[in-house]
Structure formats: C-alpha cells, structure tokens
C-alpha cells in the first residue's frame, strides 16, 4: 500500500511562490511514475506535472516556465516548485503515483494514477 501525504499550501499574494512536498510511503520513489493535480474551486481536475522514474518531466501549458516538479529519492519526496504564482492557480493540489509508465506520457492521464494523498490547499490573491 502506497500512503502519499503533501504539504505546503498556503495562501499567497500575486507573484508569490511557494513548495509543495509529497511525501511517499514507497519502497523506492524512482520505481514510479510521479505526478501533480490540482482541483480549482467549482473546476474539474487538472494536470499540473509529472515526473518519471529518470528524470524526464511534462508540464501543462499554464505552468511551464513557472512550476518545477523534482523528486529526492533518498526522502523519497516529491517536489513541486512553484514560481510567480496568479489567482488561477488557486486550487486543491494532489499528488499521485503509479506504476504504469504510460502515466508520465502526459500530463492527461490521471486515470492511470492509482495512489493519491489527500491534497493541500493553494490560494493565491491578486
């Protein structure tokens, strides 16, 4: 059983920035692929980043350049950076893992991510 619990959501201005954690309850971070979600208020889910077992990430087009996602496999955490932050990014944020490889082919398939934690919340004001 894979046990995934994030952190670092806040409420932050325009422009501001911020690190989310995820913490994973895994036998090895890097046998997974790695993802980020997140739920605005009212809006069905979206995919923010993913991260695969080397290094390789994909972004959605509304956070490239300004979100970095990053794993420390020796704490088995995930990161996501995240940089001149707007209203719009204001949302629950989730992270998920999964073994299936296709998952980090895109930022589309959270369908194919088994594992989610339980989400921290992002708000940011203009």
């Known amino acids: 059983q894979v046990q995934l619990q994030e952190s670092g959501g806040l409420s932050v201005q325009t422009g501001g920035f911020l690190r989310l954690s995820c913490a994973a309850a895994v036998d090895t971070l890097g046998n997974y692929c790695m993802g980020w979600f997140r739920q605005p208020p009212g809006k069905a889910r979206q995919g923010v980043a993913v991260i695969d077992e080397r290094g390789g990430t994909q972004y959605a087009l509304s956070v490239k350049g300004r979100f970095s996602v990053s794993t420390d496999n020796a704490k088995n955490t995930l990161y996501l950076q995240m940089n001149n932050l707007k209203p719009e990014d204001t949302a629950m944020y989730y992270c998920?893992?999964?073994?299936?490889?296709?998952?980090?082919?895109?930022?589309?398939?959270?369908?194919?991510?088994?594992?989610w934690g339980q989400g921290t919340e992002v708000t940011v004001s203009s």
């Open positions: 998920a893992a999964s073994r299936d490889r296709r998952a980090c082919s895109g930022v589309g398939y959270d369908y194919l991510f088994t594992y």
